[in-house]
């Protein structure tokens, strides 16, 4: 992982070994789901720009509106088989991206950035 993180950052792996001395070692994606660990760990090898782009990237607001609108639904006991599905759906994506934005400012702060406070990140799934 540190080697990743040095190319990653164009920093030689002595470098980059001394920072996890100093800081500790990068965030981890062991705790995350089964699921999203092969996709968190990819964040590794990305750069600096692309994982600033995926720590405030956004849901559409027509996905929100779905979203919402599927949730009230449910409360209401008025979803088909088919809307219960795409619900699912929609919920994965959207644990999806909130886990990528999180790892991403995460990795983003092991590298030295100042990143905003988690809570202002998941407003702006």
Excluded at 22 to 51: C, I, N, R, T, Y
Excluded at 85 to 109: P, Y
Aim: net charge negative; proline share 4%.
């Amino acid at each position: 992982r540190l080697q990743q993180a040095a190319c990653a950052t164009q920093q030689s792996l002595d470098e980059v070994l001394l920072h996890a001395v100093q800081v500790g070692s990068p965030p981890s994606w062991d705790d995350a789901p089964a699921e999203f660990q092969a996709d968190l760990a990819a964040l590794d090898h990305l750069d600096d720009k692309a994982l600033w782009r995926i720590a405030r990237s956004r849901k559409t607001e027509a996905d929100m509106e779905r979203y919402q609108e599927l949730l009230d639904k449910n409360a209401n006991g008025l979803l088909s088989a088919e809307e219960y599905d795409e619900l699912v759906q929609l919920r994965v994506e959207f644990d999806c991206l909130m886990l990528r934005k999180v790892h991403a400012a995460a990795l983003l702060h092991w590298r030295g950035h100042q990143v905003p406070p988690a809570e202002k990140l998941r407003d702006a799934v």
